[in-house]
Structure formats: C-alpha cells, structure tokens
C-alpha cells in the first residue's frame, strides 16, 4: 500500500507535464500564425501612369468603295452530259480508236458503227418499191390523158357526177398516197442507215465506256458516258447572309468573278476563273446554306499554270462581292474585343467602338468609327487604356517624350 501511492503520484506528475507542454506549443503555434497573418504587406492599388511611350506599328486607313470576297466551296459538275444510246438494233461492227475512257471527242466524230448491211437490204427494197409506185403513176397519168381526149369527143352526154370516174381520179389519188408512203419508207430506211454510225453529240470528253466490237445493241442501251468539255459548272454553298453581296447574271450585266481553286492538289499561282450565274432555288438540305451556280470555260484548257478542273471534286470559290461604299477595310487581326480598333491618335492610344458592315474571311468593313487618315494601331499591347502614350517604329523619342523624359523610361509615376 505504502509502495503504490509513490508511483500514481510519479504518474500524475507525468501526465500533468505532457498536457502543460502540449498547451505550450499549441500557443506558441498559434501566436505565430497570427504574427505572420498581422506581420503580411498588404497590396494597395495606385493609379500609376507610364511614362515611357509604347513603340507601336500602324497603318494608315483609306475609306472609299471596297469590294469584299466571299470564300466558299463548291462542287464540281458537267454543264453538258448524256448517256449515249444507238437508235437502231444492231451488233457493233467498229469502236474509234480515241472512243476510249479519258479520250477526247468533237461534235459529229463517229464513236462506233453498228453492222449496216441489213438497213442497206433495206433501203435497196424501199428504193425498188418507190421506183414501182413511181412507174404505176406515170402509166396512170397516160391513163388520165387518154380518159380526157374520150370526154371531150363524147361532149355533154354523161353527167358531172360520171366525170371523176371517166377521169379516173379516184385511182390517181391512190397512186399519189402510195407514192408518199413509198417515199417516206424509203426515207425512213436511209435515216436508220445513216444512224448505224454513232456519233458525238458534241465536244466531249469520254468518262465510261460499256460496249465493244461485237457487242449486240438496241435502242436505249448504255454505250457511254460523255461530258461536255466546253464548260463546267462549280455548285457552291453560301450562307443565306452573304446573298446580297453576290451579283448575279441577267438583265444584260454579268455575274460576278468566282476564282476556283484546288487547294489540295493545285500550286499557289494556279487557279481558274468562272462566274456566277444564278442562285438555285433551295437550300442544302444537310448544311442549310444556299446554292449558287458558277461557270467555269474551258475546264481542261491546261496552257500556261492552268490546271485541269476535275470532276466532283471540292474546289476553293473565292467570290468579288458587290462594292460596299464609304467603308474603311481593315484585317480583321486589328479588330480588338467588342468590335473595337486601338488608334493612335496625338501619340496616345484612343480605343473606339466601330460598326462593322460586313466580314470576309480576311477583312472587316468598317462604316462607322474610323475615317481618312486613321492610323490603326497593328501591334499588340500589353497595356490597353486610352491616353497610353505611343511611339511610331522608327520614329526619335524626343518627338514622343512627355516632360522631358527619355521615352525607353518604363518607371511609373502615380498621378497626382
């Protein structure tokens, strides 16, 4: 019992003095948080002015008409296509040796020749039977002679309602019906002959062929395909919004200039020149822009850098818009946030709200907030405020200092 009070009592002391030092240094760690709290600099915002000019590069703005240009794609297509069909039954006896995929072809050629020799048998008895009716009409106009000679000689005796079968028209008017049916058989056979020899609907380029030496052929058949290779047209979406700066042809005035492009496959300097012609009457039904009609002459001329335009192929369009007058054209890389343009203006920088009439993908045209003369700030600043003090590339800093402070000074200086 003795032995036992010592040691509780050793135990309390021991438990006594680790709670005192834990509440020590959680109150040190406390006040010396709250040191370091009250102890903090605290930031104070002043209105400082620099005094240092910025150096800047600008451009000079003209206002007068411009003529935006509208980039778009388009899709290329045959202005001139068709399906070539014979118009006579037939085996195919010969091909032209330029009859070939990717051949060229002009108005009139033969292509291919179907077997003639049953339409040559053909006009041969047609040519007889015509030749026979023609024979019977000159037995029948001796006929008709001699029928008059006889009623004169007999004088009034036999009633006028005789007279036309003493005359024998009634067997004239027949010879002369046969002889037109003789005459228009024989024509008939003479056309089928002549369209034995197929030919080119006009200056074509040969895209498929079907048939060959031997081939049997009736009306309606697919021999070919030919596309037209005096033009093509380009099939082009624009936005709705874009319409009204298109001019289309009609009324005597020409559509505007479309310059079409292949950015894939063509080198920068080449490119082909077209117009715009009509807008089609509906929309795309994928992408809800309108579809206009541009054509392209002579699509496969390849002198000078021209390039072959090639079929359904996406191509650049690149439009001349209508003139929008009294507008300043800026590059749209100097219109800031919220349509504005940082102009130096008295060596300061003036930010100004503008209104903008139209955009291409390369410039803005600006009716309202610059005018003649205008220099556009091009550079980008790391400070925008209005009165910022500028200074022209190449320009001394004497002409731009305020106070006679040597402009390359960046120190500020708070206003008073």
Known sequence: MTQNGPIRSLEWLR????????????????????????????????????????????????????????????????????????????????????????????????????????FENT?????????????????????QTQAKQELELLGNTIPNINKQLVLREPQADSLKAQLAVATAALQRAQLDLKRTDVLAPFDAHIVRRTVSVGSQVQPGDDLARLVGIDQYWVMAAVPVSHLSQIQFAGDGQEGSTATVRDTDAWPESSSRVGRVQRMIGSLDEQTRLARILVTVDKPLDTSGEKRRLILDTIIEVRIEGKPINDVVRLDRRYVRSDDTVWVMS???????????????????????????????????????????????????????????????????????
């Open 15 to 118: 438990v006594l003095i680790n709670t005192v030092l834990c509440i020590l240094v959680l109150g040190g760690t406390v006040a010396g948080v709250y040191w370091i709290y009250m102890s903090e600099p605290v930031a104070q915002q002043t209105n400082n002015r620099r005094k240092s000019a910025a150096l800047v590069e600008t451009v000079i703005v003209e206002k007068k008409a411009w003529s935006p240009e509208l980039v778009v794609l388009g899709t290329v297509r045959p202005a001139q296509e068709v399906v070539l069909s014979p118009r006579v039954r037939g085996q195919i006896q010969s091909v032209a040796e330029g009859f070939v995929p990717g051949g060229m072809v002009r108005r009139n050629d033969v292509l291919l020749k179907i077997d003639p020799a049953d």
């Open 123 to 143: 006009v041969a008895i047609r040519d007889s039977e015509l030749k026979q009716v023609e024979a019977d009409w000159k037995i029948e106009q001796g006929r």
């Open 346 to 416: 008295g060596g300061k920088l003036e930010i100004r709200k503008v209104t903008i009439e139209f955009s291409d993908p390369e410039f803005a045209y600006i009716t309202l907030g610059l005018d003649d003369g205008d220099e556009v700030v091009t550079t980008t600043l790391a400070t925008v405020a209005n009165g910022v003090l500028l200074r022209k590339v190449g320009n001394s800093s004497s002409n731009t200092a305020k106070d006679g402070q040597n402009a390359d000074d960046s120190k500020p200086e708070s206003d008073q």
